[in-house]
Each structure stands twice: as C-alpha cells, then as structure tokens.
C-alpha cells in the first residue's frame, strides 16, 4: 500500500477511500477446485453460476470436492440437470481428463512464472488467459499480475482517471507501470473503487 501511494496520486486516492486491501492469499483454494468454479460461472450472473455451483457440488455429497476421477465418471444427464450447459460440460471434462492424464500438471504450477502458468492452463478448453490470470490472482496470490481484459478493471480505471472511454489494453499497462511489483494489489484497489463509487 505504501509503494501504491508513492507510486501514483489517483491510486493514493482510492486506497484512502476503500481502506485495507482485503486480497488475501492465505485464502487459497485447490488450483483445479478454482478452474472448476471459473468454468462454471462463465457468462452467468453470480445468482445463477451460484445456484448451478451449489447443485454440482450436491451431486458428490457427502464428499468435500470430487476429483477429476469423479467428474469424469459422472453421467452428462446428471451434471445436466444441475444446470450445466452442454459446452461447459465438454470444457469439465477436457479439463478432468487433461489433468488426469498428466498433460495438466496442477501440482507444478504453483513453481512456474506467471506467463508459464498461462500457457500451461489455457491448454484446457474453455480456460482462457482471463480465467488464467484470476487463478494466478485469487488462487496463486500472485503479487504482479493485470488483467487488461478484465471489464470491472477497465471501467474502474475509466471512472477513477476521469477517462472518456474504456481504456485499452497499452493505456491500462502505462497507468500500471508504476504499480509494478504489487500490479495484482492495484488491481484489486481498483475492483474495489467500484463498490465505494458514489
């Protein structure tokens, strides 16, 4: 927060007005756990990926999470009726049989740079750099990632740097520039600024 604030006066702004970053990467899930949710709440407003989410997981109760084994094993019908559209159930099971061939290495990438980490899960269909870079942010508590197209970025730097239209992607890296290496934690400052808005 201190090198933000040195680093750029609009951003010193927006920390003042949301407080403590609350980005917190103690608070790590399982990296395939976290493709599975990205998978499955693409395209759809929280409410509806909610409620598909919470009838997935219902499907392997008692169990804490099913495994790639268990997705793969499971009937389309079931997963269906769950919610999940036929698309998403091909990109499920590509990421479920990838991992489980070993093509998807989850347990390596947590030792891999972040361009790496990208390349490595983008292999999967349906898994796209966005999806990558949440991961990398969220579930890798990477320190120096931006999501240039990322939509509640654009608008949030739009509105906090008094732009006239969405900023595109070389603008968003120049503003950036100086957040450099907590790019993930300006990022998230500015996610924020849109909750505090108003």
Known sequence: ??????????????????????LDPDQRPDIFHALVR??????????????????????????????TKDILATPDRKLR?????????????DLSAKVEAG????????????????EHLTQVRGVGRW??????IFTLGRPDVLPVDDYGFRRAVQISYRMRQLPKPDRLRRIAEPWRPHRSVGTWYMWASLRTEG
């Not at 927060?1 to 609350?22: E, F, N, T, Y």
Request: net charge positive; glycine share 6%; with cysteine.
């Open 1 to 22: 927060m201190r090198h933000l604030k040195a680093a750029d006066p609009v951003l010193r702004r927006v920390i003042s007005r949301v407080g403590p970053c609350k």
């Open 38 to 67: 990205a998978i499955i709440y693409q395209q759809l407003n929280g409410t509806a990926a909610g409620s598909i989410y919470r009838k997935f997981k219902r499907i392997y109760a008692p169990k804490r999470f099913p495994s």
């Open 81 to 93: 009726a769950a919610g999940i559209s036929p698309q998403k159930l091909s990109y499920l099971g």
């Open 103 to 118: 093509a998807v290495d989850l347990r390596s990438v947590r030792a891999m740079g972040d361009e790496a980490v990208i």
């Open 131 to 136: 999806t990558a870079e949440m991961v990398l």
